[in-house]
């Protein structure tokens, strides 16, 4: 109880100091929420949505989207491999299928598995900033947002800026016998340009990093680039495009079947492309939209005999939307239809296509000045699976200029996978034809307090997921394989705090903490061994300091994760920038103490890891 008072003491202490700067607009209540159809003020959010921008991504020990989102609350990022190689996402407690990731709005949705879904060809200095919504969202995003979703938002400027960052780092290791000579180490570049002006607007981004491990055959390329671009014909009337490529070549040992897979490897390849445009009417906007993601994942169980074990994929995906918005006197008035065309050639999961259609309509309104809500639905059509309806709701109170209640019910479907459905693995794994969609109602209230410089929030969430879908099998002898297997619920609890103080003689101090607590419970049978479930984490304390006086800042992160049947482990990581000019220098160590533990597989994430860099920007 000391020690709590004694924290609660310094946070007031730290809030009082706070109140004697100057008053500004937080830099978040700036940031629009990228909704297809309406577009909202982060302050004016009715539900939990997180955002990192730009300016916290250059101050956290980072390379790779992968390594920000494992600092987000209530995101569980499960490497297979270090480096930004290969990921699975979640969100409280879901599963990676569960997850729906995008690009300015465009789905990500790899129909075959979202084990590829993180191959993502924005290099981290094209983004703007990242949106991370909890809950079933099928009413904002349409299917497969069945615990949350996470919209990448990439840079635009009416002026031409460029950034080139360049880094490199090691364990300082010897390697592995048969992996070669010298130690582990490696490093990457990234460029990022914007040319542009009030008319016209242009972002071109490319990054290569390279590593040759962090143990035996860990190996890992990784490629992307990126191009997004707005033309504005007038006032009412702008083009946008975007296109992007990502390649990924890796070292695979222990990522699927530990531990024959020693000499494994993947390559896979993602594309993007995606054209659209706005058209204002009056108070009526119009955005039609064409977009098409292909994926090309090349598993190499031997990867220096490709005459055997070998499995190839092709996938695409070829997307057709029509967004609107209608500004009404009872509010803002959202409708929209999606038409989603996915096909597969795989070795072995064979050739398949389906379509989704979807329609949406949602109305956002507020009563007085206190009370602001939004509510939808979105209806869904499959050619596997016929019509279903999802509901939502969120609404938000404002107590006072700074207290503000909210609530959410949401719901949504996941439509099962290709390898869910067709897959054709023996004797490891086989697919089921006869599987159901997962459906999800997710219900949540937060509470939450905004003053300057600090931000705290706290809430609880209740989510069902009807027909849940895992992989089991009766016994070691016979392969794995999809079924319903009943009820997942999962109960949640979360909260945060965050604060920016500025010290005086150009000193700032900024903290944040956030801890989730998630308890879920599997209504199935106890009798089949299961591949995924209670997977889940079920405490996760994120913590984080910064320090800048003039040029240097100093930040430092943590991590303790707890798994439902894991050992629990706490890894600390470390940055410092600092200023020369147009020029930043950086050096960081990650895995501070030397934590053993693994996300995903049978993968041993790296041990201490130091790195050093450089960044230019020109503005």
């Known amino acids: 109880m000391k020690k709590l008072l004694l924290v609660i003491g310094t946070l007031a202490s730290l809030q009082a100091v706070a109140q004697q700067q100057d008053t500004h607009i937080n830099q978040l209540d700036d940031v629009i929420i990228q909704g297809n159809r309406i577009q909202t003020p982060f302050s004016q959010a009715t539900r939990d949505i997180q955002i990192v921008t730009q300016q916290d991504i250059e101050k956290m020990p980072v390379h790779s989207l992968n390594e920000v989102l494992s600092y987000i609350s209530g995101v569980d990022i499960r490497q297979r491999g270090p480096f930004g190689a290969q990921a699975d996402i979640a969100i409280d407690g879901g599963t990676s299928e569960q997850t729906l990731v995008l690009i300015n709005g465009v789905k990500l949705i790899d129909a075959q598995s979202a084990h590829n879904m993180m191959n993502i060809p924005v290099p981290l200095s094209a983004i703007d900033h990242i949106e991370i919504l909890r809950g079933a969202a099928a009413r904002i995003y349409g299917i497969n947002a069945l615990t949350g979703a996470i919209n990448i938002v990439t840079k635009t400027a009416d002026h031409p800026t460029l950034t080139i960052d360049a880094h490199t780092g090691s364990s300082f290791k010897d390697k592995d016998p048969g992996d070669g000579n010298g130690i582990y180490w490696g490093g990457g570049a990234e460029l990022s340009a914007t040319l542009g002006n009030k008319k016209i607007n242009h972002l071109i981004s490319a990054s290569q990093n390279n590593y040759n491990g962090q143990r035996y055959n860990s190996d890992s390329k990784a490629s992307k680039v990126f191009y997004n671009g707005s033309y504005n014909l007038n006032e009412n009337n702008s083009i946008q495009a975007m296109a992007g490529y990502a390649r990924s070549h890796y070292g695979a040992n222990g990522f699927y079947a530990a531990p024959g897979d020693i000499n494994s490897a993947e390559v896979v390849q993602s594309s993007v492309f995606s054209l659209s445009s706005r058209h204002k009417f009056g108070k ?15 598993y190499r169980y031997l990867k220096d005999d490709l005459s055997k074990y070998r499995s190839r994929h092709y996938t695409n995906a070829l997307m057709l939307e029509l967004n609107g918005s209608l500004e009404t006197k009872i509010g803002t008035l959202g409708l929209g239809w999606e038409s989603r065309f996915e096909k597969i050639n795989s070795s072995n999961i064979g050739k398949h296509q389906r379509e989704n259609h979807g329609a949406y309509a949602e109305l956002q309104s507020s009563i007085g000045k206190k009370l602001e809500g939004t509510l939808g639905v979105y209806a869904n059509y499959n050619t596997d699976y016929d019509w279903q309806l999802y509901p939502g709701i969120d609404l938000a109170y404002l107590i006072d200029q700074h207290w503000k209640i909210s609530g959410s019910i949401g719901s949504g479907e996941r439509v099962p996978s290709f390898t869910d459905l067709y897959l054709d693995q023996r004797p490891g794994n086989i697919g089921n034809p006869e599987i159901q969609p997962e459906s999800a109602w997710n219900y949540e209230g937060n509470i939450q307090y905004s003053k300057m410089y600090f931000r705290f929030q706290a809430g609880y969430f209740y ?7 895992d992989w089991v099998r009766e016994s070691a002898d016979v392969p794995y394989s999809p079924i319903n297997f009943g009820k997942n619920k999962i109960q949640g609890l979360y909260a945060r705090i965050q604060q920016n103080i500025d010290l005086g003689n150009k000193q700032s101090f900024e903290y944040h903490l956030s801890y989730n607590y998630l308890n879920p419970i599997i209504d199935g049978s106890s009798d089949l061994q299961s591949k995924y479930s209670l997977e889940s984490l079920k405490h996760q304390f994120i913590a984080g300091v910064s320090y800048g006086i003039g040029n240097l800042n100093l930040q430092l992160e943590n991590r303790f994760l707890k798994r439902e049947l894991a050992n629990s482990y706490d890894v600390a990581d470390f940055r410092a920038n600092y200023q020369i000019k147009k020029v930043t220098v950086y050096a960081e160590v990650n895995n501070i103490f030397d934590a053993k533990y693994m996300e995903a597989g049978a993968v041993p994430m ?14």
């Open 463 to 469: 989510r069902t997921i009807s027909d849940f879908i």
């Open 606 to 619: 790296p041990t201490r890891w130091c790195t050093v860099g450089a960044k230019l920007r020109i503005n």
């Open 284 to 298: 009526f906007l119009l955005s039609p939209r064409i977009s098409d993601r292909y994926g090309d994942d090349d």
